[in-house]
C-alpha cells in the first residue's frame, strides 16, 4: 500500500512539471551569431540529423555542401565549403547558429535560415505576387536544428 502511494506521488509529480520547451524562433539568442542553448532541450540524434542534411523535403544540406563521409548520396553541391572536419573549425553553439540562421555569423551568405519564421523579402502568399499574410513556419523544427548540429559534431579530421 505504501510502495502505491509513493508511486502516485510520482507520476503525480512528473505529470506537474513542465516539459522541456522548444525555444521560438523569434526567441533564439545569438551571442556573435552563436547559440549556446538547446532549441528544443533534447540532445540531437546524428543519425536523424544526417537524413535532414540528405532529405530534399528537408534541409538537404548536400544539395550546396560535399561531405566525403557521405559518398552514397549523389549530386552533392559544391558551392558551399565542404563540411568535412566542420567540427574541427566549429564549437557546437556556433554550428547551432549557423544552422538556425547563418546570417547571423556570415554576412552576405546565400545559406538559407532553417529555424526563422519573420523578417523575409521575397516569400509571397502562394504564388499571387503579393507578400505572405503573416509568418512563415520555419524549414526546420528546433529537434531537427538538434539533430543536424549532432551530425556535425561527428564530422572531425
Known amino acids: 500500500m505504501n510502495s502505491q502511494f509513493w508511486l502516485a ?20 539568442a545569438y551571442l556573435d551569431g552563436a547559440v549556446a542553448e538547446s532549441l528544443s532541450g533534447v540532445a ?13 523535403s528537408q534541409g538537404n544540406c548536400v544539395a550546396c555542401h560535399q561531405i566525403s563521409a557521405m ?5 552533392q553541391g559544391d558551392i558551399a565549403p565542404a563540411l568535412d572536419g566542420v567540427a574541427d ?3 557546437e553553439a556556433q554550428l547551432r547558429g549557423i544552422v538556425a540562421n ?22 509571397g502568399d502562394d504564388y499571387t505576387g503579393k507578400a ?21 559534431l561527428t564530422l572531425k579530421e
Open 89 to 91: 573549425r566549429y564549437e
Open 102 to 123: 547563418a546570417k547571423m555569423s556570415f554576412d552576405g551568405t546565400f545559406m538559407p535560415a532553417f529555424y526563422k519564421t519573420t523578417g523575409f523579402i521575397r516569400p
Open 44 to 56: 540531437g540524434d546524428p543519425a536523424a540529423g544526417a537524413k535532414v542534411m540528405t532529405t530534399r
Open 71 to 75: 559518398p552514397d548520396v549523389p549530386f
Open 9 to 28: 506521488s510520482l507520476v503525480a509529480l512528473a505529470a506537474a512539471l513542465p516539459a522541456a520547451a522548444d525555444t521560438a524562433p523569434g526567441d533564439v
Open 132 to 152: 505572405a499574410p503573416e509568418d512563415l513556419p520555419p524549414i526546420l523544427s528546433a529537434q531537427q536544428i538538434e539533430d543536424v548540429v549532432a551530425y556535425l
